[in-house]
């Protein structure tokens, strides 16, 4: 199966977050870049690892990008293109292509990279919809409740539709996702990796 080139693919479009105007940006490496992280994972070798997609210019390793929510710059320690769940080191990644990256301390699913905060675009964000059900969980032994908060955090940011609160009456933990099997997941996960 082939799929276009991205210079076959057509511009694309995003806010600028100080005007709030249109912007495009073509598929080009020396375009000014923006990129957009689509999912966190985390990996038991390298920690948290960023997937993204450069739609214009280009990341690399030890660089510098600019996060568009947060308003704060960070360094990609390393980038890798991934191939199932095996991990190969490269230098860069260019407009078009899909990559992973470790490094970031502040970043959530669907914030928009650039190169810096002279050149900001926000591409659009995905929309998640809100927990439908929630359960409360809680440890075996108090000694597990630093083990379940980590995880239940660590969770949560993997998956937007994932919420982790405090009940304000009852001060239990109430885990909260889109039906039994996605908690029942969540719990086994929990139990395995954590």
Excluded: C
């Excluded at 991934?82 to 292509?97: F, K, R, T, Y």
Aim: glycine share 8%.
């Amino acid at each position: 199966m082939f799929l276009p080139s991205p210079l076959d693919t057509p511009v694309i479009k995003g806010t600028n977050p100080e005007t709030g105007e249109e912007e495009d940006r073509t598929p080009d490496e020396d375009d000014h870049t923006a990129a957009l992280a689509f999912k966190i994972a985390t990996d038991p070798y390298v920690g948290r690892l960023t997937f993204f997609r450069v739609y214009s210019g280009k990341i690399s390793a030890g660089s510098y990008v600019y996060n568009v929510r947060s308003g704060k710059k960070e360094r990609i320690s390393r980038i890798f293109q991934m191939h199932s769940n095996h991990q190969n080191p490269v230098e860069e990644i260019s407009a078009g292509d899909i990559g992973a990256a470790v490094g970031f301390k502040d970043i959530r699913t669907g914030d928009t990279l650039v190169d810096d905060e002279s050149h900001p675009l926000q591409l659009e964000s995905m929309d998640f919809p809100d927990p439908v059900i929630g359960i409360a969980v809680e440890p075996k032994t108090q000694k597990d409740l630093d083990k379940l908060s980590n995880g239940l955090a660590k969770l949560a940011e993997e998956d937007p539709t994932f919420t982790v609160k405090t009940d304000e009456q009852s001060g239990q933990t109430v885990i909260s996702g889109m039906g039994e099997l996605h908690l029942d997941i969540i719990i086994d996960r929990l139990k395995r990796e954590f």
